[in-house]
């Protein structure tokens, strides 16, 4: 596979000619009635009667005759030359079946390497050399899980320990080579540009002020409760390989899987069912699952492989880790001008980000933000390191969370240079209502927005100016209140197949919808639920379009062998492309109900019009066909000149990403003796365009700010200058409970998508993007007075402490 | 090395199996039981995905052995609603979207259903207090909150 | 993670659970197991041996009586949270029961597993050491009793002989003028102490007669502060001689630097956590307010 | 992890210098050894740390560097098992004051694996408690060798490089701590033993066992007269200890 090298992000996206101005709202309204439940309502969702009793079915919960349970021996090193690996003991232990190795892995076709989404390589299981903390060394396949645990002990690997390389600056001084394997001897893998280098040096030469700051952005992970696992089912008779796994990307995983090992696509099936959580963990290959396919390819058997804890959190799953150094400037009268920004990706031993393939920083670029900045230089560069892949999305659309944060940080520091109120500042900068569709310096076209309603809205709701008064009170005491502002605008919906494309498949997303006789339907659909809501939500859709009971609507996902293709669930997609599918699949039923009804009613299907659920004779609402009449038709009646049956698929292919906003304020307390900080109030406003489930989407905006408060304030990979994961447990790697997280206050505002069929943008990632930055302004806004500039996420306790006794406050 | 034959009541019905001193409870349940709603989210006693009810207690079943409940009583997720009709704590759960993927459901509800039944009327914090040794990483914790009020007002309508 | 295989025994009475202790040499005894599971999950601990002590019930018990506070080895945390008598004459104990890892390992984990454990980062050994707490053990040549200033010994390790099980723990009754309390800071629930100070002390007025100092997690071994209890003895408790008293003890710990940050941040915070739960304590002195 | 201090003996340099290679001693008081062999110039060992609630195997290598007589030397240590592993330089220094000795060590500490990832907050408490804790026994174990004032084996290792045959404990801490009380503690007697034996050494007797290392290795010093190596096992076995434990829910 090709490096990816020096490249300039290129955007096809164009401002439409007769762009559709929208107007902002903040009240949800349902159309249809409660029976039917379309947009709007709040339903409870379909999917809970079998979680709340345990009859959820995730892939541990997979038991198949005759099933083997893998499990793996990891390398103790972050580099290390492999000398021997003796499996002699282990093959003693009664009930183990094999020891798969690097090498069984080669001589089975090469499959000791597997591509990444990005185009690059990456070890399935190594044969001289380990290169990362935690590697796949060799899988033992035994009867039992308990059987294979005892026997990955009596494994003996021999290792000659090398000097890993875990900072990418030294890496990048190319001293010790992470990939010996690669043509080109450099752990730099590519360059990557965006903006107008020039034009932004001509902007700082003009500029009165500009702010610089280094903000570094740590590895995270998603740490989704149920870790990564597989089933893998190979029929030996049949020549057919049914896998069961944790994958947000079926379809794509398919694909991968056939070109890797050459079975032929058709005879691969895979099963995503229920999944414990996604957030981007379960959307790459990880080794753990070719091995386990390949094993029941060697046994015949089935294989189960389910990854523990300690194992996922320390092999896999991992996101973020971007070293920025970033520059703003601004005019005399403080207006934004320009940002310059220089960033290194640590991509770990593989750059295997789960990006879309001409991104290789994902949607980095649009660190312009909210704020019509007149040029920028944004430079990336990906480098490797003796750590495991990472660059997955941690609920984020593709690097937007580092975007957000970075420009969210610099414009706070500017406004609090200038002395400016931070929220005074946003406003007076923010893309106007008016602008938009907004073609930014980067060649992002924002479709809508209104950034200033959104921050209004939050301001009242926290009474911003009430805060400020009290804040100042406090000050006077000595007592450190801060109060932070993030107003982020997310980019979502990849995309369009113009720019957007996985290993080249485009990334349109699809639904079929198949209306039954007595007008209940079934709706396939190629993304997968991680806990959205899918079940529900895409029933709601298409009610909508169909005014079917979204009760009367079995929604499916996530098996291969009868799902339409998809490219999957991840970075809020979701409703941007498969719900618009669903949508636009139910619009090429009701074209043909129309033709059925107009049968039916022996009148012209220009005499007819759609009310909710049935077509009625324009000015005779009496004269009607419901849809589940029309459907019984299309089965016992239809017209002579049509085909039977009442079905449709739709691949949607989306004219432009959508770009949901928010404005988010935090207050926090800080003990100056302790440092510690205490979240008092947090109010999020969203813009997620118009809403299909009011419920749901508070649930993922909820979901989402507690996994934004996460990174900010507690979660942190963090590896020694050896390369050891020091955080492999959830003892050391913390996740927020009930008690760390604070009870999250909600607005809305609702500027509906111009381009999409129902005006939604897709919401579950806004809040993780948007959070992080709001917490981090608090904290700093508390001790700005004091000199503090800024502070790295998370921000703890002892971070805060330090600078508390640095800067003279001791208790 | 050594097997045990252990006999409990679970989910109200005797059982006696015969198992490996080793075995945690949480894999006796899933894989022995075939109660599949009890969950694994972790090897540190961190994340109570696979809490169950031992004898009356929440507990976490990764960190008990099967051994140990030997002439206990137990109930699992699936012991809460037998006959369908679903437990107020379960219907907290639905009606207040307490739940996104269901992977911590069950554990969360075995602890919220523990909460209850010592503390008829718990306060905001004191719920949160009380499932803090369960994580959810998908609902950000003030649905989980409203489903356990939810619960209890439903419960105190009952008495 | 799977832990490795064992012979497991779940002896009916004590002298039953003693034999076989002293059968199987390397035998380990498993209390509430919050501890010592997880290490075998991760197979850091591979005892040959497990001999439960669950069954005994008879070690499950909180009464007054003599003169001290009488805890059952097996006390789970949770039961300390709910006994009425400790929520009214044992707020240092309350405290410390109510911030042991998380509600549901609460329910398992026991009082004396908690000591016998011997982890300078548990909270019970700050607490009983502030309490001037005895260990009662038996062993094969009978009972004794350990005061809990000769308890810890090291890193993990105690005064209890391996064929011994911790039976009991008695803590003086607190007498007119007392007062306690547990702070804790910890990074999220469930995690272990940054830092954590137990206080017990006897006031006369704003006097302070008597003044035991337990510290959590900032010295190898479970410490008492001795040297800031010998500050405070005997003097006013002015805030000057709280600062002072902080930074003796700040002094005299031996934090580590790990994951919760530098040694000298859990000095500081062992200072401020001091002067706190010293405040806290005497707020809670019958009619000091 | 760096681990430096220093340690002031009361007793005389020649006193320390061959206290800290007698070969008779350190093969007789391995802790746990069920293997210990000669391969050319290096030993290999195995050794079965018993320690509170842990238990694990370890291979173990050693190789003293660069000995200066009655100067300074560097060890080497290599530990590893299924939990993981260790790897430690040590600098050790010593120079005579009249009547004391004061040791000066500096040292290069890595300890990974499983051990690192679960007990990282043991890392440096156990580590720094083992130093101090083998040092304190190395003192008592010198006051009881000048007391018993019985003749000691010349130590002047010649090669330049020899590796022993040590259990090092693959745990948290323990690394340092093994190194540094390895080092401190065992050098030279094996390199003594190496040139001198020139066979492999014979099995080791079986030793005191590590519970009562764990019980302190400072108290029994004394009276049981352990080597300098007992102790730097001691040591190893409580860092395991230490690592063992881990980052587990309290309670």
Not at chain 1, 78 to 88: E, G, P, Y
Not at chain 1, 786 to 800: A, E, F, Q, S, Y
Not at chain 3, 220 to 239: F, I, N
Request: aromatic fraction near 6%.
């Amino acid at each position: 596979m090709p490096h990816l090298q020096d490249r300039s992000e290129k955007h096809t996206a164009k401002v439409p000619e007769a762009p559709v101005r929208v107007e902002t709202t903040d009240e949800v309204v349902a159309k249809t009635p409660a029976k039917v439940c379309g947009m709007g309502h709040r339903m409870k969702r379909k999917e809970d009667p079998r979680f709340i009793q345990g009859k959820g079915r995730y892939v541990d919960d997979v038991k198949l005759p005759g099933m083997l349970y893998m499990d793996i021996v990891r390398s103790p090193y972050a580099h290390a030359k492999i000398l021997k690996i003796d499996s002699s003991e282990a093959l003693k232990l009664p009930g183990v079946v094999a020891v798969i190795t690097g090498q069984d892995l080669k001589a089975a076709g090469n499959l000791h390497y597997m591509p990444t989404l990005m185009s690059d390589t990456q070890p399935v299981l190594p044969i001289d050399k380990v290169l990362y903390y935690a590697q796949e060394v060799c899988a033992v396949i035994a009867t039992d899980r308990y059987i294979a645990a005892d026997a990955c002990e009596k494994v003996v690997v021999d290792y000659e320990p090398l000097q890993p390389v875990v900072d990418p600056h030294e890496a990048l001084k190319d001293q010790i080579l992470v990939r010996e394997d690669k043509e080109k001897k450099t752990n730099h893998v590519w360059h990557w540009s965006a903006g107008d280098k020039a034009a932004t040096d001509a902007v700082f030469a003009q500029a009165a002020h500009v702010v610089k700051e280094k903000i570094y952005i740590p590895r995270i992970h998603v740490c989704s409760i149920e870790t990564c696992g597989m089933v893998a089912n190979w029929d030996r008779a049949r020549e057919h390989m049914q896998i069961y796994m944790t994958s947000q990307a079926p379809h794509a995983h398919r694909t991968v899987f056939a070109l890797v090992s050459g079975l032929p696509e058709h005879k691969i099936q895979i099963i995503s069912p229920d999944i414990g959580g996604g957030f981007g963990g379960k959307v790459p290959v990880y080794p753990g699952y070719v091995v386990c396919a390949v094993a029941s390819l060697v046994t015949g058997k089935p294989i189960k492989w389910i990854e523990d804890r300690s194992e996922n959190l320390q092999a896999d799953s991992f996101a973020r880790d971007y070293h920025i150094e970033a520059e703003l400037a601004a005019d005399e009268s403080g207006k934004l001008t320009g940002l310059r920004v220089k960033t290194i990706s640590d991509c770990g031993v593989a750059d295997a980000a789960a990006n879309p393939s001409k991104f290789p920083a994902g949607l980095y670029s649009i660190c312009t933000g909210s704020y019509p900045l007149l040029a920028a230089d944004i430079q990336v560069d990906g480098v490797y390191t003796n750590k495991p892949p990472g660059g997955v999305a941690y609920r984020c659309s593709f690097r937007v969370t580092e975007a957000v944060h970075m420009i969210e940080r610099m414009v706070d520091i500017m406004a609090h240079d200038l002395k400016r109120d931070p929220a005074e500042f946003r406003l007076a900068n923010f893309i106007r209502s008016d602008q938009f569709p907004y073609k930014s310096c980067t060649g992002w076209v924002y479709d809508s927005g209104n950034y200033a309603a959104a921050l209004d809205k939050a301001m009242k709701m926290i009474d911003y100016a009430g805060l400020r008064k009290e804040q100042a009170e406090k000050r006077a005491k000595g007592q450190l209140m801060g109060i932070g502002i993030s107003s982020f605008t997310e980019v979502v919906g990849a995309g369009p197949a113009a720019d957007f494309d996985i290993l080249g498949i485009k990334m349109f997303d699809s639904a079929e919808i198949r209306i039954h006789p007595t007008g209940k339907a079934i709706a396939r659909l190629g993304t997968k639920s991680q806990g959205q809501g899918h079940e529900t939500t895409y029933a709601q859709i298409i009610a909508e379009e169909l005014g079917l009971p979204a009760t009367d609507v079995q929604v499916e996902e996530g098996d291969t062998d009868t799902a339409p293709y998809g490219l999957g669930t991840y970075a809020s997609r979701s409703t941007p492309t498969s719900g618009a599918a669903a949508a636009m699949a139910a619009r090429k039923i009701r074209a043909k109900a129309k033709k059925i009804a107009a049968y039916l009613l022996e009148v012209g299907e220009g005499d007819l019009e759609w009310n909710i659920d049935r077509f009625q004779v324009k000015g005779s609402p009496d004269q009607a066909k419901t849809i589940q009449e029309i459907a019984f038709a299309a089965y016992t009646n239809h017209p002579p000149d049509l085909e039977a049956g009442l079905e449709a698929t739709d691949y949607y292919n989306p004219p432009n990403l959508t770009f949901p906003f928010g404005s988010y304020i935090c207050v926090v307390d800080i003990d100056s003796g302790t440092g510690a900080i205490h979240v008092r109030r947090f109010v999020a406003v969203d813009d997620c365009g118009n809403i299909i489930n009011p419920l749901i989407v508070e649930g993922q905006i909820e979901g989402g700010l507690t996994m934004g408060l996460a990174p900010a304030l507690f979660e942190e990979i963090v590896y020694d200058e050896n390369g050891q994961n020091l955080t492999g447990t959830m003892a050391d790697y913390l996740l927020p409970t009930a008690m760390e997280s604070p009870r999250w206050e909600l607005g809305k505002t609702i500027t509906p998508s111009p381009h999409h069929p129902f005006g939604a943008k897709g919401v579950g990632e806004s809040p993780t993007v948007g959070a992080p930055p709001a917490i981090a302004n608090a904290i700093v806004d508390a001790l700005w007075h004091l000199g503090v500039r800024h502070l790295d996420i998370p921000i703890t306790p002892h971070k805060v402490w330090k600078a508390l006794r640095e800067h003279g406050v001791r208790d | 090395m050594s097997q045990h034959e252990i006999s409990l009541t679970v989910n109200g019905a005797a059982v006696t199996k015969t198992v490996e001193a080793r075995t945690l409870l949480v894999h006796f349940i899933r894989e022995n039981l075939e109660l599949t709603g009890t969950h694994i989210g972790c090897d540190t006693t961190s994340c109570g995905a696979c809490t169950v009810v031992l004898d009356g207690k929440p507990v976490k079943s990764c960190t008990v052995f099967a051994v140990q409940a030997n002439g206990a009583t137990l109930q699992t997720i699936e012991g809460v609603a037998p006959d369908g009709k679903l437990h107020p704590v379960q219907e907290g759960f639905w009606e207040k979207h307490g739940l996104q993927c269901g992977y911590c459901t069950p554990g969360m509800i075995m602890t919220a259903k523990s909460l209850l039944e010592k503390n008829k009327k718990p306060t905001e914090q004191e719920i949160r207090e009380g499932i803090s040794g369960n994580i959810c990483r998908c609902t950000g914790y003030n649905k989980i909150v409203e489903a356990i009020q939810y619960a209890a007002a439903k419960l105190e309508e009952a008495r | 993670m799977i832990p490795a295989s064992f012979d497991y025994h779940a002896p009916r009475t004590l002298d039953e659970a003693l034999a076989l202790l002293r059968q199987n040499e390397g035998a380990k005894v498993l209390a509430g197991g919050q501890s010592l599971i997880p290490a075998m999950r991760f197979r850091l601990a591979q005892p040959e041996v497990l001999v439960d002590i669950n069954g005994l019930s008879q070690l499950d018990y909180i009464k007054e009586q003599g003169g001290y506070l009488a805890l059952g080895a097996l006390t789970r945390e949770a039961a300390l949270e709910e006994s009425p008598l400790i929520r009214h004459s044992y707020a240092l104990l309350l405290d410390t029961a109510k911030v042991v890892a998380d509600p549901l390992v609460r329910q398992r984990a026991t009082v004396g597993g908690n000591l016998a454990h011997a982890d300078p980062a548990n909270d019970h050994p700050a607490t009983m050491l502030a309490y001037g707490a005895s260990v009662v053990a038996r062993g094969p040549g009978g009972e004794r009793v350990i005061g809990i200033d000769q308890f810890f010994t090291g890193l993990f390790e105690s005064a209890l002989a391996p064929n011994e099980i911790l039976t009991e723990i008695r803590i003086p009754t607190p007498g007119p003028g007392a007062g306690g309390a547990y702070l804790k800071i910890e990074r999220k629930v469930g995690d272990y102490a940054v830092t954590g100070v137990a206080v017990q002390l006897t006031l006369s007025g704003n006097v302070c007669k008597s003044i035991r100092i337990g510290l959590t997690n900032v010295n190898p071994t479970p410490m008492r502060a001795v040297g800031a209890e010998q500050r405070l003895t005997g003097q006013a408790l002015s805030d000057e001689a709280l600062e002072a008293a902080g930074q003796i003890a700040a002094g005299e710990c031996s934090p580590s630097a790990d994951l919760r940050g530098s040694e000298e941040y859990k000095r500081d915070l062992t200072r401020v956590v001091l002067k706190r739960a010293v405040r806290l304590a005497q707020s809670r002195v019958k009619g000091s307010n | 992890m760096k681990l430096e201090g220093n340690y002031s003996f009361e007793a005389p340099l020649d006193t320390v210098w061959q206290g800290l290679f007698d070969p008779e001693v350190l093969a007789r008081t391995l802790p746990g050894c069920e293997k210990l062999e000669r391969q050319g110039d290096q030993f290999l060992g195995q050794i079965n740390v018993k320690m509170g609630p842990v238990q694990g195997k370890f291979q173990g290598k050693v190789e003293l560097q660069n000995v200066k007589e009655r100067e300074s030397y560097t060890m080497v240590v290599d530990g590893r098992g299924p939990a993981g592993f260790a790897k430690a330089t040590a600098n050790i220094r010593v120079k005579g004051e009249g009547a004391t000795t004061r040791l000066d060590y500096d040292s290069d500490v890595q300890v990974g694996g499983r051990i690192a990832s679960v007990g990282q907050r043991l890392l440096d408490a156990s580590s720094r408690a083992i130093v101090k804790q083998s040092l304190e026994g190395l003192h008592e174990q010198l006051k009881a060798l000048a007391a018993r004032a019985a003749p000691v084996a010349a130590a002047a290792p010649a090669a330049e490089s020899v590796a022993v045959a040590a259990a090092v404990p693959v745990t948290a801490g323990a690394p340092a701590a093994a190194a540094v009380a390895l080092a401190a503690a065992v050098p030279a007697p094996v390199a003594a033993e190496a040139r001198a034996a020139g066979a492999p050494p014979a099995p080791l007797p079986s030793a005191p066992s590590q519970a009562a290392f764990a019980m302190g290795v400072a108290k029994e010093v004394g009276k049981d007269l352990l080597t300098p190596k007992n102790i730097v096992l001691a040591v190893l076995a409580m860092a395991l200890l230490g690592l063992l434990i881990s980052r587990l829910a309290s309670g």
